[in-house]
């Protein structure tokens, strides 16, 4: 039998990247879009073509943009995908302040453009969307539920909801199986150097190496309900496997505050965070979302997902990655090709 095949849109991502590992080992051809830019946007899957554990493994990339409604459909007619995972966006939320135009076009506007051409070249593929709980802003009850009011605080959370939404058409509309994962927090080694959690633990271990001296943060009282990104794309795959589409909070059910977060992974190298963390207000938020907590029980007894990686252990893992990051980069120098392929230079913000 011909293998399935899964075509990922933000296949250079977080999630894009364990996502495709998965599928891989699942034995699936996997097709990923990537965006043009001027330096190479591909280190969290070029393992994937150099190490001889994956290289025999079918993965392709097509160049492509979630703001290119033509060429988004190009693509879908070239591959005729079994599956479609929607994983790409401008997924910062304060970044979404300053660009919310450009973010809604990629998260809502994006959207549309896959379900549209899903819709018109292969309505019985499997259609999945990257929801957030990010939609729940200021939560109107706790832990939230798939039954919890939206009510964004964000352009990013705001164009989310409009792509929820437009899922959930899609599959009402015109019978689409068309779900949506209304993922919570979730990070890894791989997570985006400007994400609170990653920025966190690079600090620690820079600081542990004596190249950063003080970490500049926002808001330390926001809690979030973290958990990790490896035990979440699997979520993402069982969705589509369900007899029938529909809507899922994946999280884990417990919530932590920034100040927990650094308590812990300053603790790992045994410094103390308060001598090292200092407070900009650059880093504020004009409206914050201040608690999330979710509720995962339906994907427990639906999809049979839990997830494996504690609070401690997803903090510990990501501090000692970073710990032998820092020590390799204090050996070789900023800004160099480190081992895992990620080119290093200081994290902006
Ligand atoms: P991420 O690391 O920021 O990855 C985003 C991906 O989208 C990257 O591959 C990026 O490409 C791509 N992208 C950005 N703009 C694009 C455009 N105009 N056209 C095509 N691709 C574009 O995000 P993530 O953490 O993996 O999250 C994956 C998805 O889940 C996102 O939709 C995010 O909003 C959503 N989500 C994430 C979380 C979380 O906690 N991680 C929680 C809920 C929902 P480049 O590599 O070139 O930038
Ligand atoms: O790590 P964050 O930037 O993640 P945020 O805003 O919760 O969004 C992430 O999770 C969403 C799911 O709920 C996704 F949909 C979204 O794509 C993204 O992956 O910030 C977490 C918290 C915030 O309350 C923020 O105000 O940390 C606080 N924070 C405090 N200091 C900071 C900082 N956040 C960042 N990025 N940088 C800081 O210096």
Redesign the pocket.
Known sequence: MASKRALI?????????YLTELLLRKGYDVWG???R?STF??S?IDHIYTDPHWSSMSLRLLY?????SGRLTQIVEEVRPDEVY???????VRVSFDEPE?TC???AM?TLRMLEAVRRIVPKARFYQ?????MFGEVAETPQTENTPFRPRSP?GVG?VFAFHQTVNHRQAYGLFASN???????SP???ET?VTRKITRAVGRIKHGMQKKLYLGNLDAQRDWGF?GD?VEAMWLMLQHDEPDDFVVATGETHSVREFLEIAFGRVGLDYQDHVEIDPRYFRPTEVDLLLGDPTKAREKLGWEPRVSFRQLVEMMVDTDLALAHWEAEHGEGRLAPDGLYRTRPAN
């Open positions: 849109t933000g296949i250079t991502g977080q999630d894009g990247s879009i990537v965006r830019s946007n591909t969290r492509g943009d979630l703001t290119d929607n994983l790409g966006a401008q997924s910062h450009y076009d990629t998260v994006g990257a929801s957030s709980s990010e990013y989310k994962g209304i993922l919570f927090n979730h990070e791989r997570r985006g994400f990104a979440y």
